[in-house]
């Protein structure tokens, strides 16, 4: 059974920064894109970067320069650093992975529990 825990999560005032970290266990055959998403109250949930299987990334424009994603593929993680932080930041991140487990050619999405980051004064 494959889980997707997220850990990092808490308050921050603006302009701190906080390190989120995503692994993922289980039969895993491999896995391709991972990512961080977000969803504050009352909102879609939206992508704030992913990273393909050999480290291409994307940012969303609203996080671009602030935050930077990556994976060690020997560990199964995904990290989220981020920067700068402001208020407009606060929602629960959750983190997602495009994975295949016993059957490496069938491919699912997966997502953790989430972690709720706030950043208030």
């Known amino acids: 059974q494959v889980q997707l825990v997220e850990s990092g999560g808490g308050l921050v005032q603006p302009g701190g920064s906080l390190r989120l970290s995503c692994a993922a266990s289980?039969?895993?055959?491999?896995?391709?894109?991972m990512g961080w998403y977000r969803q504050a109250p009352g909102k879609q949930r939206e992508l704030v970067a992913t990273?393909?299987?050999?480290?291409?990334?994307n940012y969303a424009d609203s996080v671009k320069g602030r935050f930077t994603i990556a994976r060690d593929n020997a560990k199964n993680t995904v990290d989220l650093q981020m920067n700068s932080l402001k208020p407009e930041d606060t929602a629960v991140y959750y983190c997602?992975?495009?994975?295949?487990?016993?059957?490496?050619?069938?491919?699912?999405?997966?997502w953790g529990q989430g972690t709720q980051v706030t950043v208030s004064s």
């Open positions: 997602n992975a495009d994975l295949a487990v016993r059957n490496p050619r069938l491919f699912y999405n997966y």
């Open positions: 289980g039969s895993i055959s491999s896995i391709n894109a």
């Open positions: 990273i393909s299987s050999v480290g291409s990334t």
